[in-house]
């Protein structure tokens, strides 16, 4: 089925695979560790950021590469394990003494890695969407975050469908800090969180939480659920006649769970999403052809593949800012402003208060027969809360997470 | 009240079909032959795989299912002969053998099949009670679940096979020297392990994700409800199943997801620590 995307994917399962082209290309190249999960539980998600990655790196070469200097790629697979994370992130800084490190898909393989960045004082791009709040001067954020996607989403959940809200959350850092950016939204809405579950990873059966759901009578669920097992939630919730409506900011562009599940398990789900590969417009066909040139079995082109490619060309325009792949020369880059690039989803840029990204985005809708309809426009939003709440990169370095329940001291 | 009640009873239900049928395969296969049998997950998936491919080609659900459980069985059988026999007496080097195979066997399938594969859907159609949803096919598992328990219970003890396998765990020199086709029989138990955890992954597939990795959900359960059982899987793994779906059910209502994964691993410390050979231990105790 998926035999050849999966080939070129196993063509890079050698720890040591080294990607691009010999070329007449001069100077030394410019080495990129990436770590990405491409076996194990994450597998699925794993894969399409290999693939953007690779498709960047291809692209960038073919034209010359980054300053006239090749890119060689070096990727290693942690398989979803966060001990693997450290022990290859410490290889890739250490003994390979990569550029720029770029990868991690939870939050926890984040928080794993980002001490071995900040002691080695390298610079790291996490390329998913995520519950926001890191203020590090070490790390790009290229994913979407919480007041792009949850302070679009849910406003408008309450106001479609109704203020009793229940929360089903994964239980570990994305899903408790999720769930607390939920309470902080719906406050000034008078939204009202009537049953909130936190749920072991790997669990999958889900009758008890289904009858709790049945019980509380929300008017909408909030879908922080994470992982393959968690995903069977939607199957078992459909098939005992569940069918509220419901919000996240993981599914559909993310876990292309409407493309996994049998309609209509999916139906009434709503996402807002910076990319999903329904987007239709003229730059995003652009790249979805090149995309499927290049990988033509990929099942779906998901917003974590896509920010894995776009953070390759940040990094490029990064780097022809400063004329220099030293960390400082281009934090200046960002700090002055305007560290800009023409994404498929139009133009994004790098925030210099908390080197996040700002982003197009967009409500998504999944219907009955898993059709994805765009709901509401937003334009660019920018990533504009941990500017508002004190974090400024370009005065101070606190190299925290923080988040509503956890503000930075004012200064 | 009725519906409060019938809803208690749905919830029991349901942890009680996911314990037995995650369980059935292995306590055949670790239970009565003592492999212990790190590959458990893998049969199971083998089996929700096979019956997404033969429900896709067009065959009706129940039959899929019925297929998905002949596939692993076959299976089953084949690695016995090839893999599993020379280690019937090295019970460690069996796990390290079947936790290979489950290596490579993920691996494998990532590699073949890709990182996941469309799902069938669950077979609509539920049923209100008073205030509460539910599913139909959650009650044909849990129905499901009582025909495993009574078909294993049936194969071993009333078929001229069941006394044979018996005998042949037993003792398999004597019961060689009997007359009784030890290979023959030991691949065969094999197979209807192996099936019986294919019939799981058969059942659960168009319940959950299908990835490679899916038969890691089964395994905690799995192991657990059979060291519980206890050696006498016959006498066993319903006492078991019951003991630990109780536990589990009361703490996920009383106090959510979390706490009923602990105090499941906590009722089964304890139950150990009570009694060291399981239920069927204890009950082949009262019984002589």
Known sequence: MKRRSLLSGVAALPLFSIVGRHSALGADPIKIGLLEDISGDLAMMGLPKLHGSLLAVEEINGKGGIMGREIKLTHLDPQGDNARYQEFARRLLQRDKVDVLIGGITSASREAIRPIVDRMNALYFYTNQYEGGVCDGNMISVGAVP????????????????????????????????????????????????????????????????????????????MLNVGAAQDSFFEQASAAGLHLPMGSPIKIMLGFEHKRFAPPALENMHASANWFEELDTPAANDFK????????????????????????????????????????AIRKVIDKGGACIDAPEGEICIDPKSQHTSHHMRLISVDAQHHVHVDKDFGTIQPYWLGQVGCDLTKFDPKEQFSPDHLPKKM | ??????????????????????????????????????????????????????????????????????????????????????????????????????????????????????????????????????????????????????????????TRFGVHARATMQNAGMAQALGVRRNRIYALTFGVGAALAGLCGALYAPTMTLIPTMGATFIVESFVTVVVGGANVLLGTAPAAVALAITRTALNGLYGQVFGQIGLLLAVVLIIRVLPEGFSGWLAKRAS
């Not at chain 1, 008078?190 to 759901?213: H, Y």
């Not at chain 2, 002949?70 to 090839?82: D, F, K, R, T, Y």
């Open chain 1, 289 to 328: 052809k090149r995309w499927h040139a290049k990988y033509p079995k990929e099942p779906y082109i998901n917003d974590m593949g896509y920010n894995a490619y776009v953070a390759l060309y940040m990094y490029k325009m990064l780097v022809e800012g400063a004329k220099s792949t030293k960390k400082d």
């Open chain 2, 1 to 158: 009240m009725f519906a409060d009640l019938f809803a208690y009873f749905y919830q029991f239900a349901d942890v009680f079909a996911f314990l037995v049928l995650s369980a059935a395969g292995l306590a055949v296969i670790f239970g009565m032959m003592g492999i212990i049998n790190m590959a458990h997950g893998e049969f199971i998936m083998c089996g929700a795989y096979a019956t997404t491919f033969a429900y896709h080609a067009g065959l009706p659900l129940p039959l899929a299912q019925a297929c998905g459980a002949i596939v692993a069985g076959v299976i089953g059988i084949i690695l016995e002969a090839v893999l599993i026999r020379p280690f019937y007496s090295r019970p460690l080097d069996s796990l390290l053998i079947t936790w290979g195979l489950s290596l490579v066997v993920t691996q494998g399938t990532l590699i073949v099949l890709g990182s996941s594969m469309p799902g069938i859907g669950t077979p609509s159609g539920g049923f209100h009670i008073g205030e509460y949803g539910f599913s139909t096919y959650r009650m044909i598992l849990f129905a499901a679940a009582l025909c495993v328990l009574g078909f294993i219970y049936l194969l071993f003890k009333r």
């Open chain 1, 147 to 222: 007041e792009q996607q949850l302070s679009t989403l849910i406003p408008w959940m309450v106001e479609k469908y109704g203020k009793r809200v229940y929360t089903i959350a994964a239980d570990y850092n994305f899903g408790h800090l999720s769930a607390e950016w939920g309470r902080t939204i719906l406050k000034p809405l008078n939204g009202q969180i009537v049953g909130e579950e936190f749920i072991p990873l790997g669990v999958s059966q889900f009758a008890q939480t289904i009858q709790n759901i049945q019980n509380a009578k929300p008017d909408w669920l909030y």
